[in-house]
């Protein structure tokens, strides 16, 4: 019979049979899904993988450094941290458009991780976290047309360009059974458990141009947003929830004085997979709490609104 200890031991020997004495190199997002990939092959091959962790800048709070001291001192897996946050944001600097600002991200991410690569001396084998919905998703939109959706930044272009065959153990696996895996492995619950984060990080959560103002502002109303739901106990409900920080600015009031600043949108979802979802459905307290959180705590937000669109029609993400 199936079972996820006996699928990670299939999944070991297939990884050891087709690198071989070869070396690996794996691009950690942050993720769940990279980072179960990484401690898989790592249990396969050891020292043969090196990680590198390609630090976009578009990060939530506090998150890069967790997950560099996650890989080094509890994994013990060979980690290199790469800083091009300066050259991430400045080339998205005017950019508004979603499929550009996707390509802008997924081309820097590849020159940036094949300059490490070079550094390391190379290697023969690139590791993906890529999922089973990834690999349908980039392809068409089930069920109609071949139109792509969204560019994912995960899939495509990096391994032909640099000669190197890709390890994708989870191609098979969706969303929960990579969870099941990495647990199978001994990843902490507390990371397992995180809701699942795009590749291209806030950029795609702050709709329009991004600047490093507004990417500091949706970080501090999102850390806000993420701690009232986990402390009313409603986080491992939530298939995803994030704010989104919109560029629509609206007159409000403070004190005696008049604000325009921006709207913050707070979006949560359930969903199974990722590939429909609803929207998640907050007590309105909850969110008159956390809407005046918000609004005191940041500078620059001042209003606050709650998305109720499931997908389809919608997408998880606002772009
Ligand atoms: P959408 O917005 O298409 O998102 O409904 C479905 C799921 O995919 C995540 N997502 C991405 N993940 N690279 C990723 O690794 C990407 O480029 C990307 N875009 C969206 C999204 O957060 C949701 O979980």
Redesign the pocket.
């Known amino acids: 019979s199936w079972t996820m200890a006996a699928y990670r031991q299939k999944m070991v020997e297939k990884i050891r049979e087709q690198v071989g004495d070869g070396n690996v190199i794996c691009g950690l997002?942050g993720?769940v899904?990279s980072s179960v990939a990484a401690v898989l092959i790592h249990e396969a091959i050891g020292d043969q993988l090196t990680c590198i962790y390609v630090d976009h800048g578009l990060m939530r709070l506090n998150e890069s450094e967790q997950v560099v001291t996650m890989f080094r001192d509890q994994f013990n897996i060979p980690l290199v941290h790469v800083d091009a946050s300066k050259t991430f944001i400045g080339e998205l600097e005017g950019q508004s458009d979603p499929e550009t600002k996707?390509k802008i991200i997924g081309r820097l991410f590849i020159e940036t991780f094949e300059e490490e690569a070079k550094k390391l001396g190379g290697a023969d084998f690139l590791a993906q976290g890529t999922l089973y919905p990834?690999v349908i998703?980039s392809v068409s939109f089930t069920g109609g047309p071949s139109v792509t959706?969204?560019?994912?930044?995960?899939v495509g272009g990096l391994p032909e360009r640099m000669n190197m065959q890709l390890v994708e153990p989870l191609r098979e696996l969706f969303k929960d059974e990579v969870r099941a895996l990495g647990r199978e492995l001994g990843i902490p619950e507390s990371f397992i458990g995180r809701h699942?984060?795009?590749?291209?990080g806030l950029a795609?959560r702050c709709p329009g141009g991004i600047t490093p103002e507004k990417l500091d502002i949706l970080r501090q109303a999102d850390a806000i947003y993420l701690d009232e739901i986990r402390k009313s106990g409603q986080y491992d409900k939530i298939w995803?929830a994030f704010a989104v920080l919109l560029p629509v600015q609206t007159v409000g009031v403070m004190g005696d004085g008049r604000t325009y600043e921006f709207v913050c949108a707070l979006r949560a979802v359930t969903s199974v997979d990722?590939m429909t979802?609803d929207f998640y459905q907050f007590d309105m307290n909850f969110l008159g709490r956390t809407a005046t959180r918000i609004i005191n705590e940041v500078r620059g937000i001042n209003r606050v609104v709650y998305d109720v669109t499931s997908?389809p029609p919608g997408?998880?993400?606002w772009e």
């Open positions: 997002s993720g899904d996707r990834d998703e959706i969204k560019s994912h930044h995960n699942p984060f795009p590749g291209p795609i995803q990722g979802a997908k997408t998880i993400e």
